[in-house]
């Protein structure tokens, strides 16, 4: 199963965009994330389960960056979208949550699916 999560825009200002996203629209921030590499992450939550996910990062362009989707069963789902003719963009890869792979739609749109599974989450060194 496939259930649309979040949306990751990259950001120029976190500050202002949580600003905006907090004061104009109602968004309220869940967590704050300070990865290696200068960069920023912000994890803000809707009115309803949705997320949105703001980046401040030098490495991409400013703008929408991805879909992020839940899945089940990452290799299940990477085999049926193969199957069906879409095309896997990376191999299976650890995140702070599970693992995550990307498909594309025929536009160029990057969908990041997540199976979350604290088994496969990178380890915070500490």
Known sequence: ???????TM???NTKESVDYYRNILGFQVDSVYHPPGNTEITLMRGPSETMIELIQS????????SIGMDVDNLEETIKEIEEKGGKILMPPAATLVGRMTFTEDPNGVRIALIEHNMDYALKKEG
């Not at 199963?1 to 949306?7: C, D, N, R, S, T």
């Not at 490495?59 to 960056?65: D, I, S």
């Open 1 to 7: 199963m496939v259930k649309a999560k979040y949306i």
């Open 58 to 65: 030098s490495q991409f362009p400013t703008g929408l960056y």
């Open 10 to 12: 990259i950001v120029n």
